[in-house]
Protein backbone atom coordinates (compact mmCIF):
# COMPACT_ATOMS: atom_id res chain seq x y z
CA UNK A 1 0.00 0.00 0.00
CA UNK A 2 2.93 2.31 0.34
CA UNK A 3 4.40 1.70 -2.46
CA UNK A 4 0.89 2.97 -4.17
CA UNK A 5 1.14 5.95 -2.12
CA UNK A 6 4.80 6.96 -3.06
CA UNK A 7 3.67 6.48 -6.80
CA UNK A 8 0.83 8.85 -6.41
CA UNK A 9 2.92 11.69 -4.65
CA UNK A 10 5.74 11.13 -7.29
CA UNK A 11 3.63 11.44 -10.38
CA UNK A 12 1.12 14.09 -8.55
CA UNK A 13 4.57 16.03 -8.21
CA UNK A 14 5.37 15.33 -11.89
CA UNK A 15 2.24 16.69 -12.74
CA UNK A 16 1.94 19.76 -11.53
CA UNK A 17 5.06 21.01 -12.24
CA UNK A 18 5.99 19.12 -15.55
CA UNK A 19 4.82 22.25 -17.56
CA UNK A 20 4.56 21.72 -21.18
CA UNK A 21 3.66 18.58 -21.94
CA UNK A 22 4.68 15.23 -22.44
CA UNK A 23 8.41 15.10 -23.05
CA UNK A 24 8.50 17.84 -19.80
CA UNK A 25 7.86 15.10 -17.86
CA UNK A 26 11.47 13.36 -19.05
CA UNK A 27 13.87 15.33 -16.23
CA UNK A 28 11.21 14.22 -13.36
CA UNK A 29 11.34 10.81 -14.70
CA UNK A 30 14.69 10.66 -14.75
CA UNK A 31 14.86 12.19 -11.05
CA UNK A 32 12.32 9.45 -10.08
CA UNK A 33 14.38 6.79 -11.23
CA UNK A 34 17.78 8.37 -9.87
CA UNK A 35 16.07 8.24 -6.43
CA UNK A 36 13.58 5.40 -6.20
CA UNK A 37 15.62 2.38 -8.12
CA UNK A 38 11.56 1.44 -9.93
CA UNK A 39 13.02 1.55 -13.40
CA UNK A 40 16.42 2.07 -15.09
CA UNK A 41 17.61 4.64 -18.09
CA UNK A 42 17.31 1.57 -20.36
CA UNK A 43 14.10 1.08 -19.36
CA UNK A 44 13.14 5.14 -19.37
CA UNK A 45 14.47 4.65 -23.14
CA UNK A 46 12.07 1.43 -23.56
CA UNK A 47 9.20 4.21 -22.31
CA UNK A 48 9.72 6.95 -24.17
CA UNK A 49 9.87 4.72 -27.30
CA UNK A 50 6.36 3.19 -26.06
CA UNK A 51 4.83 5.97 -25.32
CA UNK A 52 5.70 8.06 -28.68
CA UNK A 53 4.53 5.00 -30.73
CA UNK A 54 1.01 5.10 -29.07
CA UNK A 55 -2.15 6.63 -28.98
CA UNK A 56 -2.60 9.15 -26.23
CA UNK A 57 -0.50 12.04 -24.54
CA UNK A 58 3.11 11.08 -24.06
CA UNK A 59 3.19 12.23 -20.70
CA UNK A 60 0.10 10.01 -19.57
CA UNK A 61 1.47 7.22 -21.40
CA UNK A 62 5.08 7.14 -20.08
CA UNK A 63 3.41 7.79 -16.71
CA UNK A 64 1.26 4.33 -17.18
CA UNK A 65 4.47 2.49 -18.45
CA UNK A 66 6.15 3.52 -15.36
CA UNK A 67 3.78 2.54 -12.85
CA UNK A 68 3.10 -0.67 -14.90
CA UNK A 69 6.80 -2.12 -15.10
CA UNK A 70 6.75 -0.72 -11.01
CA UNK A 71 3.63 -2.23 -9.66
CA UNK A 72 1.32 -3.91 -12.35
CA UNK A 73 -1.89 -2.91 -13.59
CA UNK A 74 -2.74 -1.19 -10.56
CA UNK A 75 0.78 0.84 -10.73
CA UNK A 76 0.34 1.87 -13.76
CA UNK A 77 -3.67 2.97 -12.87
CA UNK A 78 -2.28 5.01 -9.37
CA UNK A 79 0.43 6.68 -11.49
CA UNK A 80 -1.48 7.87 -14.33
CA UNK A 81 -3.83 9.31 -11.81
CA UNK A 82 -1.38 10.60 -10.02
CA UNK A 83 -0.15 12.20 -13.00
CA UNK A 84 -3.35 13.50 -14.58
CA UNK A 85 -4.81 14.79 -10.72
CA UNK A 86 -3.05 17.93 -10.72
CA UNK A 87 -3.85 18.99 -14.39
CA UNK A 88 -7.32 18.11 -12.86
CA UNK A 89 -7.36 20.36 -10.41
CA UNK A 90 -5.90 23.22 -12.38
CA UNK A 91 -8.24 23.36 -14.95
CA UNK A 92 -10.72 23.23 -12.65
CA UNK A 93 -9.48 26.40 -10.82
CA UNK A 94 -8.41 28.23 -13.87
CA UNK A 95 -11.90 27.58 -15.88
CA UNK A 96 -13.36 29.15 -12.29
CA UNK A 97 -11.49 32.52 -12.60
CA UNK A 98 -10.21 33.03 -16.17
CA UNK A 99 -13.19 34.64 -17.45
CA UNK A 100 -13.00 37.38 -14.60
CA UNK A 101 -9.26 37.88 -14.48
CA UNK A 102 -8.49 37.83 -17.98
CA UNK A 103 -7.53 40.76 -18.75
CA UNK A 104 -5.40 40.93 -15.70
CA UNK A 105 -1.69 42.01 -16.17
CA UNK A 106 -0.47 39.50 -13.74
CA UNK A 107 -2.06 36.85 -14.97
CA UNK A 108 -0.89 37.66 -18.59
CA UNK A 109 2.23 38.10 -17.36
CA UNK A 110 2.58 35.08 -15.38
CA UNK A 111 0.87 32.71 -18.91
CA UNK A 112 4.64 34.91 -20.66
CA UNK A 113 6.01 33.81 -18.26
CA UNK A 114 5.39 30.03 -18.27
CA UNK A 115 6.28 29.93 -22.26
CA UNK A 116 10.27 30.32 -21.88
CA UNK A 117 10.21 27.67 -19.14
CA UNK A 118 8.28 25.38 -21.21
CA UNK A 119 10.97 25.61 -24.05
CA UNK A 120 13.72 25.25 -21.89
CA UNK A 121 11.61 22.17 -20.44
CA UNK A 122 11.34 20.78 -23.21
CA UNK A 123 14.57 20.99 -25.00
CA UNK A 124 16.11 19.39 -21.24
CA UNK A 125 13.98 16.74 -22.00
CA UNK A 126 15.14 16.90 -26.17
CA UNK A 127 18.79 16.32 -24.52
CA UNK A 128 18.46 13.84 -22.22
CA UNK A 129 16.82 11.91 -25.00
CA UNK A 130 19.41 12.18 -27.18
CA UNK A 131 22.11 11.19 -24.77
CA UNK A 132 20.05 7.95 -24.26
CA UNK A 133 19.38 7.38 -28.19
CA UNK A 134 23.09 8.68 -29.38
CA UNK A 135 25.10 7.64 -26.63
CA UNK A 136 26.36 4.25 -25.48
CA UNK A 137 26.22 4.69 -21.40
CA UNK A 138 27.19 8.08 -21.71
CA UNK A 139 30.46 10.20 -22.99
CA UNK A 140 33.09 7.86 -22.07
CA UNK A 141 31.65 5.11 -24.71
CA UNK A 142 30.69 6.82 -27.71
CA UNK A 143 28.38 7.58 -30.24
CA UNK A 144 25.68 5.11 -31.30
CA UNK A 145 26.56 5.61 -35.00
CA UNK A 146 23.32 3.75 -36.20
CA UNK A 147 21.05 5.45 -33.98
CA UNK A 148 23.09 8.65 -35.60
CA UNK A 149 22.55 7.67 -38.63
CA UNK A 150 18.93 6.42 -38.81
CA UNK A 151 18.11 10.12 -37.02
CA UNK A 152 19.39 12.04 -39.88
CA UNK A 153 17.79 9.46 -42.89
CA UNK A 154 14.78 10.68 -40.97
CA UNK A 155 15.44 14.08 -40.67
CA UNK A 156 15.85 14.33 -44.23
CA UNK A 157 13.50 12.51 -45.45
CA UNK A 158 10.78 14.23 -42.98
CA UNK A 159 11.95 17.99 -43.61
CA UNK A 160 13.66 17.64 -46.87
CA UNK A 161 12.74 15.44 -49.47
CA UNK A 162 9.31 16.92 -50.83
CA UNK A 163 6.81 13.79 -51.56
CA UNK A 164 7.73 12.21 -48.24
CA UNK A 165 6.85 15.21 -45.87
CA UNK A 166 3.67 14.63 -46.46
CA UNK A 167 3.52 11.21 -44.85
CA UNK A 168 1.67 9.92 -41.77
CA UNK A 169 3.87 9.99 -38.96
CA UNK A 170 2.63 6.45 -38.77
CA UNK A 171 4.47 5.55 -41.69
CA UNK A 172 7.87 6.59 -39.74
CA UNK A 173 6.95 4.97 -36.77
CA UNK A 174 6.51 1.67 -38.74
CA UNK A 175 9.12 2.24 -40.58
CA UNK A 176 11.90 2.86 -37.81
CA UNK A 177 10.59 0.10 -36.09
CA UNK A 178 11.38 -2.31 -38.82
CA UNK A 179 15.21 -0.93 -39.25
CA UNK A 180 15.45 -1.29 -35.73
CA UNK A 181 14.73 -5.07 -35.69
CA UNK A 182 16.48 -5.17 -38.53
CA UNK A 183 19.35 -3.95 -37.78
CA UNK A 184 19.42 -4.28 -34.14
CA UNK A 185 19.18 -1.73 -31.99
Sequence with gaps: MMLYAKLFWEFFQTGLFAVGGGMA??????DISDRTGWFT???LADMIAVSESTPGPIGVNMA????YITSGV????ISTLGLIAPSVIVILIVAAFLSKFHENKFVNGAFY???PASSAMITAAG????RVVFLYGGFSEGVN???AILAVILLAF????????????????????????????
Excluded: C, M, N
Excluded at 64 to 67: E, F, L, V
Excluded at 127 to 130: K, N, R, T
Design 145 to 147: IKA
Design 41 to 43: RQD
Design 127 to 130: LILA
Design 74 to 77: PGAV
Design 64 to 67: TYAG
Design 158 to 185: THAVTFTKKLHPVIWIVFSAIVGIIFEY
Design 25 to 30: TLPFLY
Design 113 to 115: GLR
